[in-house]
């Protein structure tokens, strides 16, 4: 039996049109990283996710990773073992979106109200130059992406290291 699995969580956000703005990745080992729009790097995003062994979303499968994978060019799903927390959710009854099933099971946001939709919103109005728009656009992926291990953990996919 091996250490503990190396896992990576991973969420974006996108304009109106599906164009990436954000990428963000969770790892509890690492910390958090986002790249924006235009300054996404491939071989920076390799290198943060070297050494993990599993992947982890919500309705990635269907969303996030195919848009990487179109627009940066780098097929995630080819290169890491791939987790959709969307269906070990549906798997416990609990639909929705992820702010729904966070809200379901106590899981704490302080960007609580903002959505996808609003998320398209601070885009543009960061577009216009206002600047606090990317700095809550940044805050509520980086709660996504942190709250995709809170979610994990609650739902038992994976167990907290203990650290000795």
């Not at 269906?87 to 302080?110: M, P, Q, S, T």
């Not at 601070?122 to 995709?148: C, F, H, K, P």
Request: some cysteine; hydrophobic content about 40%; charged content about 30%.
């Amino acid at each position: 039996m091996g250490g503990p699995l190396i896992r990576a969580y991973i969420d974006i956000e996108t304009d109106e049109g599906r164009g990436l703005t954000v990428l963000g990745v969770f790892r509890p080992d690492r910390g958090c990283r986002q790249w924006i729009r235009p300054n996404f790097s491939r071989i920076d995003l390799l290198n943060y996710l070297s050494g993990v062994e599993c992947l982890m979303s919500y309705n990635g499968a269907r969303f996030d990773l195919p848009i990487v994978k179109d627009q940066l060019r780098v097929e995630l799903e080819a290169m890491f073992s791939h987790r959709d927390l969307m269906l070990d959710c549906w798997a416990h009854n609990l639909k929705g979106g992820l702010k729904n099933v966070e809200r379901i099971l106590g899981i704490h946001r302080d960007t609580e109200g903002i959505d996808g939709l609003a998320a398209i919103r601070l885009w543009n109005a960061y577009r216009r130059g206002e600047a606090e728009a990317l700095e809550t656009l940044l805050r509520y992926n980086r709660e996504d992406v942190e709250n995709l291990e809170a979610l994990a953990l609650k739902l038992g996919v994976v167990t907290r290291e203990v650290s000795l």
